[in-house]
């Protein structure tokens, strides 16, 4: 029997009195759109991030715009960002008119790599043709990248900062929750991430007051906090839906369960895998949330096709690095020039991780790995 990558399913039977009632409620009040719901789902990620201000909106890719919108970035500017990541992060500085510029990544935590941003925002400012703008740090897989080493090229550079954290709602920097380590950080609920709802859904975090108000206005197509029917500013249609706010509110209950069973199993990979594949390196001071558990392997395709054969899922995330793609290879950045997202990028192969996979099947996991690297 073949395992499930991600086990929703196992979720809501044990969470489904609880989410049904939720939606029901939702439906006799009638209020679908910034009903009671969100604004206590926005109270309960503030909370968990340790943050003043949480604001719920459509999807992940709709926080990452807003961040950049807030800061008044469009054209004329460059958006620093790895190369190794999902097409969102780019496609958000695209849809305010910038630049993205792809910056490689470290080889063993997938991060974007600080000394290598240094060089590339230094060269851009050195062209002139662009104005280096800001930065927006990935969080990938559910390990933060690392902050304590970006803040000075921020500061240095004067870039702006915003934390992708699409992946990594629920872990911790120096014992600092996700959430509180950026000036700005976005977050998605897309219901495969650690944190997911049944739908799209997305929350952008901050401590600064001004910057919530600029959220709450955009994502309501530029309403006046003062005068709904004033429209202060150019926004957008991007608020959470309710029924997605009562969904998560439940999850939130037994969110801190799941993130203990992930390290769990993921600790077991790292005892059980670290000698046969290269396992993902854990940054100091860094709790990860594991949206994913990705290791190396030569001769991936058919590493991954023996798993297949032994009832154990995979997934490559991600195949192609940005600066590769056909949208954005007219950045500039061709081929060789992002050596480490390329090379990681052949090598790259996700195991099944989640709350409710346990640890028999994470022994089964390994013992089909070792087969499969070893024969």
């Known amino acids: 029997m073949s395992l499930p990558f991600i086990d929703l399913k196992a979720q809501y039977r044990l969470l489904k009195s609880d989410i049904d009632a939720r939606i029901q409620r939702v439906l006799d009040s009638g209020a679908f759109i910034l009903g009671p719901e969100v604004a206590e789902l926005e109270a309960e990620l503030a909370r968990w991030a340790g943050v003043r201000h949480a604001i719920g909106v459509a999807n992940g890719t709709d926080a990452l715009q807003i961040a950049l919108m807030i800061e008044r970035i469009g054209p004329g500017d460059a958006v620093f960002l790895p190369s190794f990541t999902y097409?969102?992060?780019?496609?958000?500085?695209?849809?305010?008119?910038?630049?993205?510029?792809?910056?490689?990544?470290?080889?063993?935590?997938?991060?974007?790599?600080?000394?290598?941003?240094?060089?590339?925002?230094?060269?851009?400012?050195?062209?002139?043709?662009?104005?280096?703008?800001?930065?927006?740090?990935?969080?990938?897989?559910?390990?933060?990248?690392?902050?304590?080493?970006?803040?000075?090229?921020?500061?240095?550079?004067?870039?702006?900062?915003?934390?992708?954290?699409?992946?990594?709602?629920?872990?911790?920097?120096?014992?600092?929750?996700?959430?509180?380590?950026?000036?700005?950080?976005?977050?998605?609920?897309?219901?495969?991430?650690?944190?997911?709802?049944?739908?799209?859904?997305?929350?952008?975090?901050?401590?600064?007051?001004?910057?919530?108000?600029?959220?709450?206005?955009i994502r309501f197509h530029g309403t006046s906090s003062s005068d709904r029917y004033d429209?202060?500013?150019?926004?957008?249609?991007?608020?959470?839906?309710?029924?997605?706010?009562?969904?998560?509110?439940?999850?939130?209950?037994?969110?801190?369960?799941?993130?203990?069973?992930?390290?769990?199993?993921?600790?077991?990979?790292?005892?059980?895998?670290?000698?046969?594949?290269?396992?993902?390196?854990?940054?100091?001071?860094?709790?990860?949330?594991?949206?994913?558990?990705?290791?190396?392997?030569?001769?991936?395709?058919?590493?991954?096709?023996?798993?297949?054969s032994a009832g154990i899922p995979t997934a490559i995330y991600y195949q192609r690095p940005l600066h590769l793609q056909s949208a954005y290879r007219h950045y500039g950045q061709g081929a060789g020039s992002l050596p480490v997202s390329e090379q990681v990028a052949d090598r790259v192969l996700s195991l099944p991780i989640h709350g409710y996979l346990d640890d028999a099947a994470a022994q089964r996991v390994c013992d089909a790995v070792a087969q499969a690297v070893g024969s």
């Open 87 to 217: 097409a969102a992060t780019a496609e958000a500085a695209v849809l305010v008119g910038a630049t993205p510029v792809f910056v490689d990544v470290d080889a063993g935590t997938f991060n974007v790599d600080p000394d290598d941003l240094d060089a590339r925002i230094a060269a851009v400012a050195k062209a002139g043709k662009l104005r280096p703008k800001a930065l927006i740090a990935v969080d990938l897989f559910g390990q933060t990248a690392d902050y304590r080493r970006l803040a000075p090229v921020m500061e240095r550079h004067g870039l702006h900062l915003v934390s992708d954290a699409a992946q990594s709602f629920g872990g911790k920097l120096d014992g600092k929750a996700v959430g509180s380590l950026a000036p700005i950080t976005t977050t998605s609920f897309y219901p495969s991430k650690p944190l997911g709802c049944y739908g799209d859904g997305g929350a952008i975090l901050t401590d600064d007051p001004a910057k919530a108000e600029l959220v709450r206005s």
């Open 231 to 308: 429209m202060a500013r150019i926004g957008m249609n991007s608020r959470l839906d309710t029924i997605q706010a009562a969904v998560l509110l439940a999850k939130l209950k037994v969110f801190a369960r799941e993130l203990e069973t992930r390290e769990r199993v993921a600790r077991i990979y790292d005892s059980r895998l670290g000698n046969l594949v290269a396992v993902p390196v854990r940054a100091p001071g860094v709790t990860s949330s594991w949206a994913q558990y990705t290791v190396q392997v030569d001769r991936r395709d058919q590493v991954a096709a023996r798993l297949k």
